[in-house]
Structure formats: C-alpha cells, structure tokens
C-alpha cells in the first residue's frame, strides 16, 4: 500500500494560489489520487481525484506527472474558510476490497 | 438532510465497559466504513463492509465488532473499552468501494476514563 508524504503546514494569504504537494513513490497501476479536506470536528470532505494529467473542478486543480509519483493540490485565491487540514490518499482495490490511508495530512492557514 | 449521521457525537465512558457507535446513511450507498482518528489525527480504516458483507478488517483488537443489519447501517460495538480506545470514530460510506468518493459522518469523540 502506497504511503504519502505531505508537508505538515503550510501558511497563506487570502487571495493567493496554495499549492499543497504530496509524495507517493510507490504508487500501485490501478491507484487513484484522492484529496480530502477536514476542518476541526467534522469529518473529512471529498474535494478531488485524480490518476494522471491534470483535473479541474470548481474548487481545485490536481496536478500529477507522467511517472505519478507525486501530485499537487491547487487552491485557487484561498479564504479564510479554507483554512483546514489537506489529506492527500492513495488507494485502490486490494484484494478484492478497498483500502486506502490518510496521511498525516497538511495543516493550511489562510491568514487575512 | 444529513447524508452520514452517527450517534452519539461524544462519549464519556469508564475503562471496562461496553459502548456502541451507530451509523446510518440515506445515500444509497453499498458500501460503509469505520475510520479511527487518534489524537496526532492519522485517520486509519479500521472496517469496510460492502452490501452488508465485511471485505476489509484491519489490524484491530477483537474488542472491537462492527454489525451492518442493512446496507445503510453499520455499527460499531466496543467490548472492554481501553484509555487507549480514547479518538473520534467516523464512520463513512461511498458508492462501489474502490476510488469512489466518501462520505463521512460527523464523528463521534469517544473518551475512556
């Protein structure tokens, strides 16, 4: 099973792009890249997936390169509200069931 | 409408006794999950059932015994509970299992005195 690395924080400022970037070396064929957003008390919230190239939806970019090792998180002009912790997931079919891991997650703050 | 809804939303109990967690969804889902959060906030599975059949039990003590009576229930039953069982449980469900988006509930702090 594949493990990610993440920064543990990060800061910013609202307005700006956050570019939150995680490691995954060993990635498995059929894994998929999933990205979860978790504020305090509440349980995480689906914001994007990916297997490679780049997806857009309206709230965030993903970017992953060819060998897919790694992958990026775009947070276009951020808010305070999207201060939070980033969970980057790596996970798929394994043995005819699912698993997946959270990282350890990144901490953003968006200061005003 | 909430889609994952888990009660109770705290829990205070004493070493030694038996607590349960419920977990229902009105999503359609067939597939449900029990995730454990400690206190660094690693989220790790701990179940999965998929149609009310249990396809995923990770490393977790034998205190510890999920019950899905349908596919939009799953609960989480704790045996003996431990100071180390204290963390917030999700519990969580999506369509199909694999890289199908989760939905998570609410969580439920759950503290062992």
């Known amino acids: 099973l594949a493990k990610t690395t993440q920064p543990i924080s990060m800061d910013s400022y609202e307005g700006q792009e956050v570019n939150i970037t995680c490691s995954h070396n060993?990635?498995?064929?059929?894994?998929?890249i999933t990205w979860y957003q978790q504020f305090p008390s509440q349980g995480p919230r689906f914001i994007i997936q990916?297997?490679?190239t780049k997806v857009t939806n309206e709230v965030a970019s993903l970017f992953i390169p060819a060998d897919r090792k790694s992958s990026t998180l775009s947070l276009p002009r951020v808010s305070l509200s999207d201060t939070a912790v980033y969970y980057c997931?790596?996970?798929?079919?394994?043995?005819?069931?699912?698993?997946?891991?959270f990282g350890a997650g990144t901490r953003l703050f968006v200061k005003a | 409408d909430t889609a994952v809804s888990q009660t109770p939303k705290y829990l205070v109990t004493q070493m030694g006794n038996d607590k349960s967690i419920k977990c229902e969804q009105n999503?359609?889902?067939?597939?449900m999950y029990w995730y454990k959060q400690d206190s660094k906030k690693f989220l790790k599975i701990m179940f999965s059932?998929?149609?009310?059949?249990?396809?995923i039990n990770e490393t977790v003590p034998n205190r510890f015994s999920p019950k899905s009576p349908d596919k939009a229930h799953l609960n989480l039953h704790i045996n003996s509970l431990e100071l180390g069982d204290s963390a917030v449980y999700f519990c969580?469900?999506?369509?199909?299992?694999?890289?199908?988006?989760?939905?998570f509930g609410q969580g439920t702090r759950l503290t062992v005195v």
């Open positions: 969580a469900s999506s369509q199909g299992g694999g890289q199908a988006e989760a939905f």
């Open positions: 060993n990635i498995a064929t059929n894994d998929y």
């Open positions: 990916g297997y490679k």
């Open positions: 997931l790596v996970g798929g079919l394994v043995g005819g069931g699912f698993k997946t891991i």
């Open positions: 999503l359609g889902h067939d597939t």
């Open positions: 059932y998929n149609n009310k059949e249990l396809i």
